[in-house]
């Protein structure tokens, strides 16, 4: 079965850090451009990161980009998001898509999603 399976998600104060990953099943991670998006309460599912199969290329929405990083463990299957220096703002579910090629080719072409993973910053 294809799926992603995001972990990692939780409570932490303003300034922390979190990773969360991204654990794919059923197909092989690094043939396809996988990111992470996000929705927080009452606002629409936005972008945060992606990543790209064949050259690892990263894309990051501008309200991350420094403290927020994509990577790929091809040995794992996995992709993870390491979010540092946390904002409230950042408070949101945290969802991992597979993108349906190698490229990171906007939201539409989303095609396989996770149940996403509930981050909480406060204070």
């Known amino acids: 079965q294809v799926q992603v399976v995001e972990s990692g998600g939780g409570s932490v104060q303003p300034g922390g850090s979190l990773r969360l990953s991204c654990a794919a099943s059923?197909?092989?991670?690094?043939?396809?451009?996988i990111g992470w998006l996000r929705q927080a309460p009452g606002k629409q599912r936005t972008g945060v990161a992606c990543i790209q199969a064949s050259d690892a290329k990263t894309y990051y929405a501008s309200f991350v980009k420094g403290r927020f990083t994509i990577s790929r463990d091809r040995a794992k299957n996995t992709v993870y998001l390491q979010m540092n220096n946390l904002d409230p703002d950042d408070t949101a579910d945290y969802y991992c898509a597979r993108q349906k090629g190698p490229t990171c080719a906007g939201y539409s072409q989303y095609d396989v999603w996770g149940l996403g993973t509930q981050v909480t910053v406060s204070s």
């Open positions: 059923g197909f092989t991670l690094a043939n396809y451009a």
